[in-house]
């Protein structure tokens, strides 16, 4: 666990996102500092979903505002977000089905080195593409695969492709949407130890049910329920939690 600064990078104040008569997100009020590992939880249906969609730019919020290093980014598109340094993990394998792992994050590295219209020039033409990329590769365990289309590749290995995706955008804020999820018992340990080795300086918003990866991986977390912020505070101040135990008694924690 890596320890975080008092710098806040990534605030929302009273965030409100209504769909007709109901109200998804309920004056939500958070932040997460520099350097931080910070879990947002809750059971099925409080919200996480919802939230992360405002964060990213998918939904507008009705109400409230949306601050990323001081500047409000609440009406900025999902792309112009990622540019001013806040990336989320998303789904690869619609995306990149027919690239292989090399391919794929060499386009994502010329992207993000304003190189993307000559990316398509054989890869050596670029060196410190490629040596971005293979180190890339080598992080998260996918050097053995990297030639690999990735529709063929084991799920466990899209995903920590999907998380080096990520990480290639050269984000200061990453949400990490449920990394583990999906993935078969004999592929995860892999996972969880790249998860573990983020870099320290990137901000990592974790959003996942599995509780053994919230509670290795947190240093503080938030707890939605029914739209709202239950409770705050760091992993031995939620496991105490009457209102938390209250919450999850019957209920598995899922992506809401």
């Known amino acids: 666990m890596s320890a975080s600064s008092d710098e806040v990078v990534l605030s929302t104040h009273g965030l409100v996102k209504k769909f007709g008569g109901i109200t998804a997100t309920d004056n939500v009020t958070m932040s997460l500092r520099r350097g931080a590992r910070h879990a947002l939880i809750g059971p099925n249906g409080a919200g996480k979903t919802t939230l992360v969609n405002l964060l990213t730019g998918v939904l507008e919020p009705t109400a409230g505002r949306i601050e990323l290093e001081g500047r409000e980014i609440g009406r900025l598109a999902p792309h112009e977000r990622v540019r001013r340094g806040m990336v989320r993990t ?6 990149f089905a027919s690239m292989t792992p090399l391919e794929t994050l060499a386009l994502v590295v010329s992207q993000q080195r304003g190189q993307g219209a000559s990316f398509w020039k054989p890869l050596g033409a670029h060196p410190g593409v490629v040596e971005r990329a293979t180190r890339l590769l080598e992080q998260f365990h996918l050097a053995e695969v990297r030639d690999q289309r990735t529709e063929h590749l084991a799920y466990g290995k899209r995903r920590l492709l999907e998380i080096a995706i990520a990480l290639a955008c050269e984000p200061r804020v990453l949400l990490l949407d449920e990394p583990v999820a999906g993935v078969p018992a004999g592929e995860r340990e892999e996972l ?18 599995d509780m053994d990866l919230v509670f290795s991986f947190a240093d503080r977390m938030t707890v939605l329920v029914n739209g709202g912020v239950l409770t705050e505070g760091t992993p031995a101040e939620i496991a105490a939690d009457e209102r938390v135990r209250a919450v999850y008694l019957g209920h598995e924690a899922s992506h809401g």
């Open 90 to 95: 998303f789904q690869i394998s619609q995306l």
């Open 192 to 209: 969880l130890q790249t998860v573990a080795a983020l870099p320290a300086e990137v901000s990592v918003l974790l959003i996942e049910h």
